[in-house]
């Protein structure tokens, strides 16, 4: 892959799995300096073996056993703990972490498909609550309703998001 083309290419695989490769990281250590330092190296090593990573198909899986190997070295290197972890232990929680990201993965896809199917009133109330976190008073006025009103559409749209996301994960389920 052209240099050119590698950063840009890199840069948008991590920060497009950046919240799940920091989560994957503090799942095997549970020391937020420690996994924030272990996640920094590993990006390193990412980057130097990107030419080897097979563009199609999964950044997670290849990141996060980059991460578990960086974590391995750092448990290695460190051993001040006093609660000290297993290596099959931290092994048999990179696999549940791992096969958990995928079903999150999964449900998020739903999830934003579900959400492209409701009005666009109903996305903006959404985006008011999640997005700009605004209180229930906020929200009613910025919509031109009462609180109670607005308390009670979020109800019903999570209701039918639940509903949405439920049928979708089940159809995928029965095609596998």
């Given at each position: 892959m052209p240099h050119e083309t590698k950063v840009p290419e890199f840069l948008k695989l991590v920060t497009s799995h950046e919240v799940r490769l920091r989560a994957f990281a503090l799942s095997l250590i549970p020391h937020w300096a420690d996994a924030e330092e272990i996640l920094q190296q590993a990006y390193l090593v990412m980057w130097q073996k990107f030419d080897g990573f097979e563009v199609g198909s999964s950044f997670f899986s290849w990141s996060a056993r980059i991460i578990h190997l960086t974590a391995l070295d750092f448990r290695k290197r460190?051993?001040?703990?006093?609660?000290?972890?297993?290596?099959?232990?931290?092994?048999?929680?990179?696999?549940?972490?791992?096969?958990?990201?995928?079903?999150?993965?999964?449900?998020?896809?739903?999830?934003?498909?579900?959400?492209?199917?409701?009005?666009?009133?109903?996305?903006?109330?959404?985006?008011?609550?999640?997005?700009?976190?605004?209180?229930?008073?906020?929200?009613?006025?910025?919509?031109?309703?009462?609180?109670?009103?607005?308390?009670?559409?979020?109800?019903?749209?999570?209701?039918?998001?639940?509903?949405?996301?439920?049928?979708?994960?089940?159809?995928?389920?029965?095609?596998?």
């Open positions: 460190q051993r001040r703990s006093a609660i000290r972890f297993g290596d099959e232990f931290l092994e048999n929680v990179a696999q549940e972490t791992c096969a958990a990201a995928d079903e999150l993965a999964e449900r998020e896809r739903a999830l934003s498909e579900c959400v492209k199917k409701l009005k666009p009133k109903q996305r903006q109330l959404l985006d008011l609550r999640y997005r700009e976190d605004r209180s229930g008073e906020q929200m009613a006025r910025a919509m031109g309703t009462t609180a109670d009103a607005v308390y009670q559409a979020l109800a019903r749209i999570r209701k039918a998001l639940l509903d949405c996301v439920s049928r979708r994960l089940g159809q995928s389920q029965s095609l596998a």
